[in-house]
């Protein structure tokens, strides 16, 4: 359109003055005193179309061109003319000429004005996309990516954005570094150009910028101020605009005409975190003062946008190592279960929240499965995270029932949330909430029991050896930090090479499913497809099940259920008598000897030896003996009491106390687990 109006202009220019040459033949040729002023009055019109409709200079021109044409034809072309009206001519023609010069004049003044204003309002169009599009994450690539993006093409050819690595990496670079001696090692995280692939860049982002000592770049750097350049001398001083060595500048000097620059630094909250660059090799016209207030406002918004987002970023980092810290690394090898587990932190500008997943051996053989979440995100989430870990294997120690262990882990939660100050948890936590949910299992491979118990947290998942999947029916139970309300648990009987899948709400509830009940769905129809493996289980499970963009962490927890038969576990009942003890330490030799453990005979002897002594010394009623053979050697001594027993130190004339600590130095780990009418006495012997 501007290439139209423009050659229209053109085309009336040279009509006008072909007009203004042609009134001066006309008159000339027809010239009659007594009409002169009429002729002469048409030598008015050029100038005052030109005037109306061409810019300053053209009716400058048409209008100089009319006056010279006029004194040459009035002054002596036609000499015959009344002397008295010459003047009159002249002064027409003069001031018709002077007055469209003027109008023409105050147009072009008016037109400079608007320009000035269309010339503003871009920038501020400018300023406010700039401001919308950057800072929208808080990804430091990203945010520097918005910065170059947003620049071009309305104000720059080729933008290019340059950060120091540690900001990269969510530290905060040293306050004196762009200090030091020169040149300046950046990392080209974003550029922009005009041209697709920006190839007048050289580099590629993730490529290491060098700045020069005497490069603008360099300038901006150490002192802190941006910097303007209306001519770039060379390929030498453009190598030094793009961060690259002066022998690769020479073919985008010479290939694209560089011929105006900006470097401003990025600096906010007293750190300098990098430099952006803004160049122009298409648009001719060089940057301007105005120019470089806008690329400073610009980058300013930008570079607190980047360091909002390195904060986070190591923010992020700093989380999700904790968290990672706080799970386990190693899971037991147990005889009980065969496990996988998977934890995905979600990309999410919330940052890592609290779930978490654990495997606990327990005696008996038994295991506790564990998968919880606590409400809210970052470093808090976490350390809470941690807390409630340990709390729940602190509980699972003492063989608390999992409806009773939840109610103590309940009670848990409550006190945290009053010794926590509001301001502590609300950093992390906006919303206020303080809380959790759980669920726990406990696995017995004897009798393949299982017994589970939840508190507010998603059902598990059955897979029977059929292939058939479910979701187990088992009451929710509030979730944790509630208080006051029961957890009611629910007990199964597993058939051998079951499979349990415990999960948190991440996996199946992401924000983006329209059907609440289409992860559920998925989960069970690919639970439902045999697969190699619990590790390429795991693995399919997170491809088919999970939203492509989770907005929460996803802890994932398998387990396959063996059972332990009975040629691995030996039980007797053994007379209320002391008499029986020998008797209970043959049956125990004879046992390990027929499963290949003589060696550890003559300690498993002593600790049954001490472990039925005290039972019939203080209980009444049966006991039973029982050895179980999984990784180790279990010892378990069953009575009808449940007092339980506790280490103490034996005085030179007590005569007991000293039993309990023999086994607590022969086995690598004891205790007493209540049962319905009684207790039971375990030992572990190492293998």
């Given at each position: 359109?501007?290439?139209?109006?423009?050659?229209?202009?053109?085309?009336?220019?040279v009509?006008?003055?072909?007009?203004?040459l042609?009134?001066?033949?006309?008159?000339?040729?027809?010239?009659?005193?007594?009409?002169?002023?009429?002729?002469?009055?048409?030598?008015?019109?050029?100038?005052?179309?030109?005037?109306?409709?061409?810019?300053?200079?053209?009716?400058?021109?048409?209008?100089?061109?009319?006056?010279?044409?006029?004194?040459?034809?009035?002054?002596?072309?036609?000499?015959?003319?009344?002397?008295?009206?010459?003047p009159?001519?002249?002064?027409?023609?003069?001031?018709?000429?002077?007055?469209?010069?003027?109008?023409?004049?105050?147009?072009?003044?008016?037109?400079?004005?608007?320009?000035?204003?269309?010339?503003?309002?871009d920038?501020?169009?400018?300023?406010?996309?700039?401001?919308?599009?950057?800072?929208?994450?808080?990804?430091?690539?990203?945010?520097?990516?918005?910065?170059?993006?947003?620049?071009?093409?309305?104000?720059?050819?080729?933008?290019?954005?340059?950060?120091?690595?540690?900001?990269?990496?969510?530290?905060?670079?040293?306050?004196?570094?762009?200090?030091?001696?020169?040149?300046?090692?950046?990392?080209?995280?974003?550029?922009?150009?005009?041209?697709?692939?920006?190839?007048?860049?050289?580099?590629?982002?993730?490529?290491?910028?060098?700045?020069?000592?005497?490069?603008?770049?360099?300038?901006?750097?150490?002192?802190?101020?941006?910097?303007?350049?209306?001519?770039?001398e060379?390929a030498?001083?453009?190598?030094?605009?793009?961060?690259?060595?002066?022998?690769?500048?020479?073919?985008?000097?010479?290939?694209?005409?560089?011929?105006?620059?900006?470097?401003?630094?990025?600096?906010?909250?007293?750190?300098?975190?990098?430099?952006?660059?803004?160049?122009r090799?298409?648009?001719?016209?060089?940057?301007?003062?105005?120019?470089?207030?806008?690329?400073?406002?610009?980058?300013?918004?930008?570079?607190?946008?980047?360091?909002?987002?390195?904060?986070?970023?190591?923010?992020?980092?700093?989380?999700?190592?904790?968290?990672?810290?706080?799970?386990?690394?190693?899971?037991?090898?147990?005889?009980?279960?065969?496990?996988?587990?998977?934890?995905?932190?979600?990309?999410?500008?919330?940052?890592?929240?609290?779930?978490?997943?654990?495997?606990?051996p327990?005696?008996?053989?038994?295991?506790?499965?564990?998968?919880?979440?606590v409400?809210?995100?970052?470093?808090?989430?976490?350390?809470?995270?941690?807390?409630?870990?340990?709390?729940?294997?602190?509980?699972?120690?003492?063989?608390?029932?999992?409806d009773?262990?939840?109610?103590?882990?309940?009670?848990?939660?409550?006190?945290?949330?009053?010794?926590?100050?509001?301001?502590?948890?609300?950093?992390?936590?906006?919303?206020?909430?303080?809380?959790?949910?759980c669920?726990?299992?406990?696995?017995?491979?004897v009798?393949?029991?299982?017994?589970?118990?939840?508190?507010?947290?998603?059902?598990?998942?059955?897979?029977?050896?059929?292939?058939?999947?479910?979701?187990?029916?088992?009451?929710?139970?509030?979730?944790?930090?509630?208080?006051?309300?029961?957890?009611?648990?629910?007990?199964?009987?597993?058939?051998?090479?079951?499979?349990?899948?415990?999960?948190?709400?991440?996996?199946?509830?992401?924000?983006?499913?329209?059907?609440?009940?289409?992860?559920?769905?998925?989960?069970?129809?690919?639970?439902?497809?045999?697969?190699?493996?619990?590790?390429?289980?795991?693995?399919?499970?997170?491809?088919?099940?999970?939203?492509?963009?989770?907005?929460?962490?996803?802890?994932?927890?398998?387990?396959?259920?063996?059972?332990?038969?009975?040629?691995?576990?030996?039980?007797?009942?053994?007379?209320?008598?002391?008499?029986?003890?020998?008797?209970?330490?043959?049956?125990?030799?004879?046992?390990?000897?027929?499963?290949?453990?003589?060696?550890?005979?003559?300690?498993?002897?002593?600790?049954?030896?001490?472990l039925?002594?005290?039972?019939?010394?203080?209980?009444?009623?049966?006991?039973?003996?029982?050895?179980?053979?999984?990784?180790?050697?279990?010892?378990?001594?069953?009575?009808?009491?449940?007092?339980?027993?506790?280490?103490?130190?034996?005085?030179?004339?007590d005569?007991?106390?000293?039993?309990?600590?023999i086994?607590?130095?022969?086995?690598?780990?004891?205790?007493?687990?209540?049962?319905?009418?009684?207790?039971?006495?375990?030992?572990?012997?190492?293998?």
């Open positions: 359109m501007a290439s139209l109006r423009r050659g229209g202009q053109s085309g009336l220019f009509l006008l003055l072909l007009a203004t042609l009134i001066a033949f006309y008159t000339h040729w027809a010239a009659r005193p007594d009409a002169t002023v009429r002729y002469a009055s048409l030598a008015l019109l050029p100038p005052l179309v030109a005037s109306a409709l061409l810019p300053l200079v053209p009716t400058m021109v048409v209008g100089g061109t009319s006056i010279v044409v006029v004194f040459v034809n009035y002054g002596f072309l036609l000499p015959d003319l009344r002397p008295g009206s010459r009159v001519v002249f002064v027409s023609i003069v001031v018709a000429v002077l007055l469209s010069v003027l109008s023409c004049w105050v147009r072009a003044n008016r037109e400079a004005k608007l320009r000035r204003v269309m010339i503003a309002r920038r501020l169009t400018l300023l406010s996309v700039a401001t919308t599009r950057i800072g929208n994450t808080l990804e430091v690539d990203t945010t520097a990516r918005e910065l170059a993006e947003s620049a071009v093409p309305r104000f720059a050819d080729l933008a290019t954005v340059d950060l120091a690595d540690p900001v990269l990496r969510g530290d905060e670079p040293g306050r004196d570094w762009p200090e030091g001696k020169p040149p300046y090692a950046l990392r080209r995280v974003a550029q922009k150009s005009v041209l697709e692939g920006a190839p007048e860049a050289v580099l590629e982002p993730g490529d290491t910028a060098h700045s020069p000592p005497g490069s603008v770049p360099a300038k901006a750097l150490r002192g802190g101020e941006p910097h303007r350049s209306n001519v770039i060379g030498e001083d453009l190598a030094g605009w793009l961060g690259i060595p002066p022998e690769r500048a020479e073919e985008s000097w010479e290939r694209y005409g560089f011929h105006s620059g900006l470097a401003v630094p990025l600096h906010a909250r007293g750190t300098t975190l990098g430099v952006a660059v803004f160049l090799h298409r648009n001719q016209a060089p940057f301007d003062a105005d120019d470089l207030l806008l690329a400073q406002e610009i980058a300013a918004r930008a570079a607190v946008c980047v360091d909002n987002a390195r904060s986070f970023t190591r923010e992020h980092r700093t989380s999700l190592a904790l968290q990672r810290s706080l799970l386990p690394r190693r899971l037991p090898e147990l005889a009980a279960v065969d496990v996988a587990t998977r934890y995905l932190p979600a990309d999410s500008a919330m940052g890592v929240g609290g779930d978490w997943f654990d495997v606990i327990l005696s008996g053989a038994r295991v506790a499965l564990v998968v919880g979440d409400v809210g995100h970052g470093v808090y989430a976490s350390a809470t995270m941690g807390r409630l870990r340990s709390t729940v294997r602190t509980l699972a120690d003492i063989d608390l029932p999992p009773e262990l939840l109610t103590h882990l309940d009670d848990v939660v409550i006190r945290l949330r009053f010794e926590t100050e509001p301001a502590e948890s609300e950093a992390d936590n906006p919303s206020g909430e303080f809380g959790a949910t669920l726990y299992a406990v696995y017995d491979p009798t393949r029991h299982c017994t589970m118990a939840r508190a507010g947290h998603p059902a598990p998942a059955l897979v029977r050896p059929t292939g058939e999947a479910e979701f187990v029916d088992l009451p929710a139970g509030p979730p944790l930090g509630l208080g006051g309300l029961p957890f009611e648990a629910t007990e199964l009987d597993l058939p051998e090479e079951s499979l349990l899948v415990l999960f948190t709400n991440g996996l199946v509830e992401s924000r983006g499913r329209r059907d609440p009940d289409r992860g559920y769905d998925d989960l069970r129809q690919v639970l439902s497809q045999p697969a190699d493996s619990l590790e390429q289980l795991s693995e399919s499970v997170l491809k088919k099940v999970l939203a492509e963009q989770p907005t929460d962490d996803v802890a994932l927890l398998l387990a396959r259920t063996h059972r332990l038969d009975a040629s691995h576990v030996a039980t007797w009942e053994i007379p209320d008598d002391p008499t029986a003890v020998a008797n209970a330490r043959e049956l125990a030799t004879s046992q390990l000897n027929g499963w290949g453990m003589a060696d550890a005979a003559f300690t498993a002897e002593l600790v049954v030896s001490e039925v002594t005290n039972a019939i010394r203080h209980a009444d009623g049966p006991i039973q003996l029982r050895l179980i053979r999984e990784r180790g050697l279990i010892c378990e001594v069953s009575d009808s009491t449940s007092t339980s027993p506790h280490l103490r130190r034996a005085r030179a004339f005569e007991s106390g000293r039993g309990l600590f086994v607590a130095r022969l086995t690598e780990r004891w205790g007493t687990r209540h049962r319905p009418g009684g207790k039971t006495i375990w030992a572990e012997l190492t293998p």
